[in-house]
């Protein structure tokens, strides 16, 4: 009459692989994630500084030492740097893509400045190394 059934038979237990697996997976992608913000807010390992930008007179299609000093002194200094020596060339070109490189101190650490210049009314770009 009545045939005697089997029980219903336990649901296989599943290892831990997957979880185990996902939790790697989101240790690594956090670890990624906190690597590329520490490259960007340090910069691309002190190949590099800071961009500045200022504006100096040009006089005869050129800059005297002195007035690229105190416009290099003034974009450090609206930045929060404190210069403490800067020594530029006496007399640098002033004209589109046309470069000029400053050394000094800065903060209490050597500092050089390529200056490059936009333009020929004086507008530069210092990049900071």
């Given at each position: 009459m009545?045939?005697q059934q089997?029980p219903?038979a ?10 185990i697996t996902a ?7 956090l ?7 520490a ?10 500084g800071?961009v500045?930008?200022?504006k100096?007179?040009?006089?005869d299609k050129?800059?005297?030492?002195i007035?690229?000093?105190?416009a ?9 740097g404190?210069?403490?020596?800067l020594?530029?060339?006496l007399r640098?070109?002033?004209g ?15 500092w050089?400045?390529v ?5 020929d009314?004086?507008?530069f770009?210092?990049?900071e190394?």
């Open positions: 009545w045939a089997q219903f336990p649901a296989p237990k599943g290892g831990n692989g997957l979880t939790i790697v997976l989101s240790g690594i992608a670890l990624s994630v906190l690597a590329m913000a490259f960007i807010f340090f910069g691309s390992g002190g190949s590099g800071w500045l930008s200022g100096v007179t040009v006089v050129g800059v005297a030492d007035a690229l000093q105190d290099l002194t003034s974009a450090i200094e609206d930045d929060g404190s210069v403490d020596h020594e530029c060339p640098s070109p002033a589109q893509g046309l470069v000029t490189v400053c050394h000094g101190s800065v903060d209490g650490w050597d050089t400045g200056v490059v210049f936009e333009d009314t004086g507008t770009i210092v990049t190394h």
